[in-house]
């Protein structure tokens, strides 16, 4: 799939974190978007996966201008993201996180939070992951180095 973003306005009030970016990903190619603290990344990354909607500029998969008014739209286009940020509800447990913005609902229309445990038990056998569904995910273990880097930039 090729990727085009054209002339990708965002701002934020008065403050510009893209400025007209165009950037061409062909088929096949790894890219690595460089550029110091606030220099705009994670806000061109979040453009494209539909959570912020840009002023100006278009997107383009294989040559077609994508219209997309959230993440479930990138997603289902084939975009995935990875985010720099904690992006999990603490006092959620892990089946509720995987199962926010996709629940699927049982008879009453109350949550099927079996289906979702199943589906986390699932994904983690596949993958090779000892994941509890039902472990808050404030109480799971993190790399505090990693929260770290978020807040203070690079670590010595
Ligand atoms: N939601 C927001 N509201 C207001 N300003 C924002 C918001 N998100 C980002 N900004 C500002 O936009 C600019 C770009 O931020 P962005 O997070 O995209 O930078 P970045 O290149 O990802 O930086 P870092 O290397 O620290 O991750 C910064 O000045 C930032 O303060
Ligand atoms: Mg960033």
Do not use: C, W
């Not at 589906?119 to 180095?145: K, M």
């Amino acid at each position: 799939m090729k990727l085009e973003l054209r002339g990708i306005t965002k701002r934020f009030g008065a403050l510009v974190a893209n400025d007209h970016i165009n950037l061409t990903v062909e088929a096949g190619e790894i890219h690595a978007l460089l550029g110091e603290n606030g220099a705009g990344k994670s806000t061109l990354m979040n453009v494209l996966y539909g959570l912020y909607r840009a002023e100006e500029g278009e997107i383009l998969l294989d040559d077609v201008v994508q219209h997309f008014s959230g993440p479930g739209d990138a997603m289902a286009a084939g975009i995935g993201m990875v985010h720099q940020h904690f992006m999990l509800i603490p006092v959620f447990t892990v089946a509720e996180n995987v199962m926010l913005g996709h629940e699927e609902t049982g008879f009453g229309g109350h949550l099927d939070l079996p289906a979702a445990r199943r589906r986390v038990t699932e994904i983690s056998a596949r993958f090779g992951f000892d994941v509890d569904p039902d472990a808050l995910v404030e109480d799971l273990p993190r790399r505090r180095a990693t929260a770290r880097r978020d807040h203070q930039g690079p670590l010595p």
